[in-house]
């Protein structure tokens, strides 16, 4: 009779268990669908904002690309870059995602960074500047996703990292192409402001692309091209990006300077005084401070020089440093 009892009680708990679960499983699923839609409400606070995503995330080919996730290659303040692989043709992409954060202050900020991004990539074309597919924005409203071209060299900062201070014939290949590609930029009213040995990749043929775009800036026709936002890395920022004085196309030629002197020295300007952030800008904010120019090829240093002209002003463009005694003999190399 206990036996019978046990057997009775064993059923019922079963029985009750097969009816609570589904309950429990509904309401996680209602649960996820609220938090979906609290979400899209956050992220497409206008009126207009969700149209203007579909149409800023149409691929540019115009056909979607179907892809999968893979190991991830690189990390930043903002997004993670994974590996991919196009499902259609086996051909390897990266992809730059973006988590959005459940803060309804922050995700609106993440989001129209990210938009800038974006439209500001999928209108670029150039050899030296990395190739933009497409952006996806995934079904539980997580995260977005920016298709990119693969660059399997990695960045110039991992082969600094791997071969220390570079040969001037390769210096000079690579920053040919790296002002070809700020030519390019500012060409089209642009200034990339994050420029560093982190943000340029290398393929392994030696072709030279600029990438991320999240701190660049373009000007509209009828704007005055200054800006005074304190964008950038510090090391390579300009004195008057420091300082706030208002910058503008010239604050990359300083960048380039500081990459130069980091492709010499296998380390970044200013790296040799402070390590600390703080105390980098305040030397670079210092009247009369320049980075130390390294002993190297004399046309070389004399590029860098001009390059890091506290006076903005005086600081060549792209053609004009084209043009300079140091990249004159390229073409002999390249025979």
């Known amino acids: 009779m206990g036996g019978a009892c046990s057997n009775r009680k064993a059923v019922e708990v079963q029985v009750a268990e097969i009816k609570i679960e589904p309950i429990k499983r509904k309401e996680i699923i209602n649960k996820d669908i609220e ?19 579909v149409e800023l995330s149409t691929p540019r080919s115009g056909k979607l690309t179907k892809w999968r996730r893979g190991e991830l290659i ?33 995700i609106e900020k993440d989001f129209l960074n990210m ?16 190739q933009y597919y497409q952006t996806d924005l995934s079904e539980d409203m997580s995260g977005i996703d920016i298709l990119l071209e693969y660059v399997p060299g990695g960045s110039l900062k991992r082969i600094l990292q791997k071969f220390k201070c570079l040969e001037v014939p390769i210096i000079r290949k690579y920053a040919r192409q790296l002002v070809l590609g700020l030519q390019y ?10 420029l560093k040995s982190a943000n340029v990749l290398i393929s ?13 800036r373009k000007f509209d026709d009828l704007e005055e091209h200054m800006t005074k936002s304190l964008k950038g890395s510090p090391y390579w920022m300009a004195p008057e990006v420091v300082n706030r004085k208002g910058h503008n196309y010239s604050a990359d030629i300083w960048s380039f300077g500081c990459v130069l002197i980091e492709m010499v020295t296998g380390h970044p300007p200013w790296s ?10 305040q030397l670079i904010a210092r009247e009369g401070s320049y980075p130390d120019i390294p002993n190297c090829e004399i046309s070389l240093k004399n590029t860098i020089f001009s390059c890091v002209q506290r006076d903005p002003k005086i600081r060549p463009t792209p053609s004009e440093i084209l043009k300079m005694e140091f990249f004159m003999s390229i073409d002999n190399e390249d025979d």
């Open 204 to 216: 392994p043929s030696g072709v030279l692309k600029l990438t991320d775009f999240g701190s660049s």
């Open 74 to 106: 690189g990390e930043g303040a903002y997004a993670k870059v994974y590996q991919c692989i196009n499902l259609s043709n086996g051909e390897l992409l990266a992809v730059k995602h973006f988590a959005l954060s459940d803060d309804p202050r922050k």
């Open 35 to 53: 938090h979906i839609r609290k979400k899209k409400i956050q992220l497409f606070s206008t009126d207009n904002s969700e149209s203007s995503f």
């Open 272 to 281: 040799n005084y402070s390590h600390d952030a703080k105390e980098v800008l």
């Open 115 to 130: 938009k800038k991004e974006v439209s500001l990539l999928r209108n670029l074309a150039h050899e030296n500047i990395v």
């Open 185 to 194: 930029l500012h060409d089209n009213s642009i200034i990339h402001r994050d």
